[in-house]
């Protein structure tokens, strides 16, 4: 039997023709159709895939994304962002916080199909990041929390590992200034000034790598990325 999918649209018509085709191609479903019940319901179905409206009562659909992306419990599912807007900038922050793909409406059922195949496909080969990896002379034990530089260990505080850890995890996509704030700092809409803290730390945290700090990628106006040797990257 092929997995459950969760979809997520206020949209109720939308939501029983999507039900109908996944159905039709062997898949189970479970609908909801506000943000605060697809929480409930991702927590305890643990669907394989959820298929999300960005345009929601309550709660939206990135607020949603997000608040999953950060529980471990549910975070490794793969999130599919339906919805009608059709600006780049909708797309950039819905990948940003953790979507795997992003579909406008209106749509064919046949592309949604293809889509929910491809991504289930691309997360069933995604590799975990181990507990502990290497890359180059630098070495990251994440359950230990320690990192060291050619075997001598360096002291960093708990901001910048998990700064570097939270980079290490994107495996080398560019992210945000605005979204290391959220996820490290819980800043949300960020001002210039918390926006700056970013940038401090990540000049620290360069500073303590040494040969290592190229490795740490400035994105001109957006943010960071982390260069990650051949195998570890997506």
Same mark, same amino acid.
């Not at 643990?46 to 997000?66: Q, Y």
């Not at 950060?70 to 339906?82: F, G, N, Q, R, T």
């Not at 997360?123 to 530089?149: H, M, Q, R």
């Given at each position: 039997?092929?997995?459950?999918?969760?979809?997520?649209?206020?949209?109720?018509?939308?939501?029983?023709?999507?039900?109908?085709?996944?159905?039709?191609?062997?898949?189970?479903?479970?609908?909801?159709?506000?943000?605060?019940?697809?929480?409930?319901?991702?927590?305890?179905?643990?669907?394989?895939?959820?298929?999300?409206?960005?345009?929601?009562?309550?709660?939206?659909?990135?607020?949603?994304?997000?608040?999953?992306?950060?529980?471990?419990?549910?975070?490794?599912?793969?999130?599919?962002?339906?919805?009608?807007?059709?600006?780049?900038?909708?797309?950039?922050?819905?990948?940003?916080?953790?979507?795997?793909?992003?579909?406008?409406?209106?749509?064919?059922?046949?592309?949604?199909?293809?889509?929910? #195949?491809?991504?289930?496909?691309?997360?069933?080969? #995604?590799?975990?990041?181990?507990?502990?990896?290497?890359?180059?002379?630098?070495?990251?034990?994440?359950?230990?929390?320690?990192?060291?530089?050619?075997? #001598?260990?360096?002291?960093?505080?708990?901001?910048?590992?998990?700064?570097? #850890?939270?980079?290490?995890?994107?495996?080398?996509?560019?992210?945000?200034?605005?979204?290391?704030?959220?996820?490290?700092?819980?800043?949300?809409?960020?001002?210039?000034?918390?926006?700056?803290?970013?940038?401090?730390?990540?000049?620290?945290?360069?500073?303590?790598?040494?040969?290592?700090?190229?490795?740490?990628?400035?994105?001109?106006?957006?943010?960071?990325?982390?260069?990650?040797?051949?195998?570890?990257?997506?």
């Amino acid at each position: 039997m092929k997995e459950k999918i969760l979809i997520v649209d206020d949209e109720k018509d939308i939501a029983r023709m999507l039900e109908y085709n996944l159905k039709k191609e062997g898949f189970r479903t479970v609908s909801c159709y506000d943000g605060e019940e697809a929480l409930h319901r991702a927590r305890k179905e643990k669907p394989g895939l959820i298929i999300l409206d960005l345009m929601l009562p309550g709660m939206d659909g990135l607020e949603v994304c997000k608040v999953l992306k950060k529980d471990p419990a549910v975070s490794a599912i793969p999130i599919i962002m339906l919805t009608a807007k059709t600006q780049e900038t909708d797309k950039v922050v819905g990948l940003e916080v953790g979507a795997d793909d992003y579909i406008t409406k209106p749509f064919s059922p046949r592309e949604l199909i293809a889509r929910v #195949k491809a991504v289930l496909r691309r997360s069933g080969e #995604k590799e975990k990041i181990p507990e502990a990896i290497a890359i180059g002379t630098l070495a990251i034990d994440f359950s230990k929390i320690t990192v060291a530089v050619k075997g #001598k260990t360096i002291e960093l505080t708990s901001k910048e590992f998990e700064l570097l #850890k939270t980079l290490i995890e994107a495996r080398g996509r560019v992210l945000s200034r605005d979204y290391l704030l959220d996820v490290i700092w819980g800043f949300g809409h960020a001002n210039e000034i918390q926006t700056r803290t970013v940038d401090v730390h990540i000049r620290t945290l360069r500073k303590k790598l040494k040969k290592e700090a190229s490795r740490i990628i400035t994105v001109k106006n957006y943010g960071y990325r982390i260069q990650m040797e051949e195998g570890i990257r997506p």
